[in-house]
C-alpha cells in the first residue's frame, strides 16, 4: 500500500521534513533486521483525534526493544509524547503511526550492543489494510506453506523488523495463489496467526483463540481489546490450540491487528467459513470495535489517548 507523505518525522528527539527522513546505507539495522517497531492507529473521534491504546503500544515497543537488548534512549513518556507531537503537527484525524527503534550507522558485524540507537515516529493516512470490501465481507485466506518460526529460534513475543521476513514470505505466496492474506501454523501444526494479525474463530457460540506464546504469536492488542468487547457482549472466550481442520469447521472466523482492524474470514483453504458472509457474532464485535477506537462507546473511553 502506497504511503502518502505527511509534513513531519519525529528522529531522536525532533520534528524533521518528511523528505530530510533519511538514514545512512550502512545502518545496523537494515543489514541485520535488528529493530523493533509498533503499529498504532489513530482515530477521528467527535472531540478531535484520538491514539488508540497508546500506552499499551509504547509498553511493547519497549518490551520488544528490551527482549533484543536495546536500550532506548527515550521511555515511555517521552515516546508518547513524540507520537502526540508528530500527530499534532500532521494536521491529520485519522492515521496509522509507525514508532521505530533501530541500531544506527558506525558500528557493523553481529554484536549489536556496541551500536548507537535511533528512534523514529512516522505517520500516514492508511486505509483498511485488507480492502474495505475485506472489512465488510470477509477476505479469502490461506494456511501457508511458511510456518511461525519456532520460539527457540526467534523471539516470536518481540515485534521486531527482521521478524517480518517470515511474514513476508507467507503474505507473497498467499498473493501469488490469489488468496487475500495468509495464515500461519508453528512447527508442530497448530495455528498461529496471520501475517500481521491474530485469529479467533467461533465455535457453537465461543470464540477461540491460540494461547499467544505456546503458538508463538504477537500478544496483539486488538485481540485483547475484542476479547474485552467479546466479554461485555456477552460471549465466552477461550485460549485453544487449534489444527488446521478446527478452521473448517468453525462457523465464524476473523483476525485482528492495529493495520488490518477486525476482519472477518470468509473462505480458508477454499471451503467456506460458515454461510461464507461474516458471521453474526464477528459483526456485533466489529461494530462494537469501530465504536470504541472512535470514542462512541464511553465504555472503552479508557482506551482512547486524545491529542489536541
Ligand atoms: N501478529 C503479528 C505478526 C502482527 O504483526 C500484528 C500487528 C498482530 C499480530 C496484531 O497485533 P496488534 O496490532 O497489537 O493487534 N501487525 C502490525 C504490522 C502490520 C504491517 O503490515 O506492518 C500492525 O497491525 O500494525
Not at 200 to 211: A, C, E, H
Request: proline content about 5%.
Amino acid at each position: 500500500m502506497p504511503i502518502t507523505p505527511t509534513n513531519k518525522i519525529w528522529m531522536d528527539g525532533s520534528l524533521v521534513d518528511w523528505e530530510d527522513a533519511k538514514i545512512h546505507v550502512l545502518t545496523h539495522s537494515l543489514h541485520y533486521g535488528t529493530g523493533v517497531f509498533e503499529g498504532i492507529r489513530a482515530y477521528e473521534t467527535a472531540t478531535g483525534p484520538a491514539v488508540f491504546r497508546l500506552h499499551d503500544h509504547i509498553e511493547r515497543l519497549l518490551r520488544s526493544a528490551h527482549i533484543l537488548s536495546m536500550a532506548s534512549p527515550y521511555g515511555v513518556v517521552e515516546l508518547e509524547e513524540a507520537v502526540r507531537e508528530t500527530l499534532r503537527a500532521s494536521g491529520l484525524s485519522a492515521c496509522y503511526i509507525r514508532p521505530l527503534i533501530y541500531l544506527g550507522y558506525g558500528e557493523m558485524g553481529l554484536n549489536p550492543l556496541l551500536s548507537t540507537v535511533n528512534v523514529s515516529v512516522a505517520l500516514w493516512p492508511w486505509g483498511a489494510y485488507l480492502g474495505d470490501e475485506g472489512i465488510e465481507q470477509g477476505i479469502r485466506l490461506k494456511v501457508s506453506s511458511w510456518v511461525r518460526p519456532d520460539p527457540r529460534s526467534l523471539p516470536t513475543a518481540a515485534k521486531a523488523t527482521g521478524m517480518y521476513i517470515n511474514s513476508s514470505l507467507a503474505k507473497v505466496e498467499a498473493l501469488r495463489g490469489g488468496y487475500d492474506e495468509a495464515l500461519m501454523m508453528t512447527t508442530d501444526g497448530y495455528c498461529a496467526e496471520g501475517t500481521g494479525e491474530n485469529l479467533f474463530i467461533v465455535r457453537d457460540g465461543v470464540l477461540l483463540t491460540p494461547p499467544n506464546s505456546a503458538v508463538g504469536a504477537l500478544e496483539g492488542i486488538t485481540a485483547n481489546s475484542v476479547i474485552t468487547i467479546a466479554h461485555d457482549l456477552g460471549y465466552e472466550v477461550k485460549e485453544a490450540l487449534l489444527r488446521r481442520a478446527d478452521l473448517y469447521l468453525a462457523d465464524e472466523m476473523f483476525l485482528t491487528g492495529t493495520a488490518a482492524e477486525v476482519v472477518p474470514v470468509a473462505e480458508i483453504d477454499d471451503r467456506k467459513v460458515g454461510t461464507g458472509k461474516p458471521g453474526p457474532i464477528t459483526q456485533a464485535i466489529q461494530k462494537t470495535y469501530f465504536g470504541a477506537v472512535r470514542g462512541e462507546d464511553k465504555r472503552y473511553e479508557s482506551w482512547l489517548d486524545r491529542v489536541e
